[in-house]
Nanobody, 124 residues
Framework: QVQLVESGGGLVQAGGSLRLSCAAS????????MGWFRQAPGKEREFVAA????????YYADSVKGRFTISRDNAKNTVYLQMNSLKPEDTAVYYC?????????????????WGQGTQVTVSS
């Protein structure tokens, strides 16, 4: 069982930056592939970014490529999402997710563990 707790969300103006953190309870976070997803009101939860066990391999949704960066510090059991050049369409609840695999995954169905989410609001 892995517990995930996100933090770092908030209100920011368009063009600004935020860094989300996801603290995991796992003893060996390096055994887990990690991902970030988001869900806007009235929309499906969508993939944002994912990293393999070491963080050496990462994948991004086209909508955030070049603006967002996923990273992980396994020693601190923490995964990050650096978000730059934020746009109003990035407004959503952001969720951290973990899967019991060292490989990367980009679909929500491949993740077993989820955090409670953190709200990100980007004003125009």
């Amino acid at each position: 069982q892995v517990q995930l707790v996100e933090s770092g969300g908030g209100l920011v103006q368009a063009g600004g930056s935020l860094r989300l953190s996801c603290a995991a309870s796992a003893h060996t976070l390096s055994s887990y592939g990690m991902g970030w997803f988001r869900q806007a009101p009235g929309k499906e939860r969508e993939f944002v970014a994912a990293a393999n066990w070491s963080g050496a391999r990462t994948y991004y949704a086209d909508s955030v490529k070049g603006r967002f960066t996923i990273s992980r510090d396994n020693a601190k059991n923490t995964v990050y999402l650096q978000m730059n050049s934020l746009k109003p369409e990035d407004t959503a609840v952001y969720y951290c997710a973990a899967r019991m695999s060292v490989l990367v995954a980009t679909t929500k169905h491949e993740y077993k563990y989820w955090g409670q989410g953190t709200q990100v609001t980007v004003s125009s």
